[in-house]
């Protein structure tokens, strides 16, 4: 069946450095979608990308689709503390939204 | 809107008694998603329902696990009996169409002793 791959699973970085967690479906998608989850809260919608190549921001945060729809990134410029939280993404198949395992950033101030 | 809303926020019970989750999605969402949190297995797509039907129950982890939706406001997810090894947090999500983005609620987090 389908699968989701992200990586890093953790990363803890000093505020204001770049963050990236990359994702890897073992299927063409149709979409894919980005969520944060705070610590005790839960996941929340952040974007959907859905062409091919497609790059979206939203201030310091840039989401890119690869060309073959297969793969994703998501890169925060110069983290904050408020940045700190798990973040998703979401492959949407031919049925179903399979979510990647997820990378758990921590900022450190 | 008051989002989707779940029932209980936690629940501490013991292993054999049966539990029941409740959901109500966003009024006019259609799809209806059950989530299972845990940090072995991260997130997983337990059910999910569209237009009150259930579509695909294939994450559902065995007999004990029960899902439905009598109407298009209200979902219910039943253990019986309940074990150690469902202890996990429960999250409904809903959404207007099956490639939008999820609305998920706060969650239930559970705990079988």
């Known amino acids: 069946g389908q699968q989701v791959m992200q990586i890093p699973q953790y990363q803890h970085v000093q505020e204001g450095e770049d963050f990236t967690t990359y994702c890897n479906s073992s299927?063409?998608?149709?979409?894919i979608q980005w969520y944060k989850q705070r610590p005790g809260g839960h996941p929340v919608f952040l974007i959907q990308?859905?062409?091919?190549?497609e790059v979206k921001k939203q201030k310091r945060l840039t989401f890119q689709f690869g060309e073959a729809k297969k793969n994703s990134s998501l890169h925060i410029t110069a983290t904050q503390t408020t940045d700190v939280g798990t973040y998703f993404c979401a492959g949407q198949g031919s049925n179903k939204l399979v979510f990647g395992a997820g990378t758990i950033l921590r900022v450190k101030s | 809107d008051a989002g989707v809303i779940q029932s209980p926020r936690h629940e501490v019970t013991e292993m054999g008694q049966e539990v029941t989750l409740r959901c109500k999605p966003i009024s006019g969402h259609n799809s209806l998603f059950w989530y299972r949190q845990t940090m072995m297995r991260g997130l997983e797509l337990l059910i999910y329902?569209?237009?009150?039907?259930?579509?695909?129950d294939s994450g559902m982890p065995e007999d004990r696990f029960s899902a439905k939706m009598p109407n298009a406001s209200f979902s219910t997810l039943k253990i019986q009996p309940s074990e150690p090894r469902d202890s996990a947090v429960y999250f409904c999500?809903?959404?207007?169409?099956?490639?939008?983005?999820?609305?998920f609620g706060p969650g239930t987090r559970l705990t079988v002793t």
């Open positions: 990308l859905v062409k091919s190549g």
């Open positions: 999500a809903s959404t207007t169409g099956g490639h939008y983005e999820q609305y």
């Open positions: 299927t063409t998608l149709s979409n």
């Open positions: 329902f569209n237009n009150n039907v259930p579509i695909d």
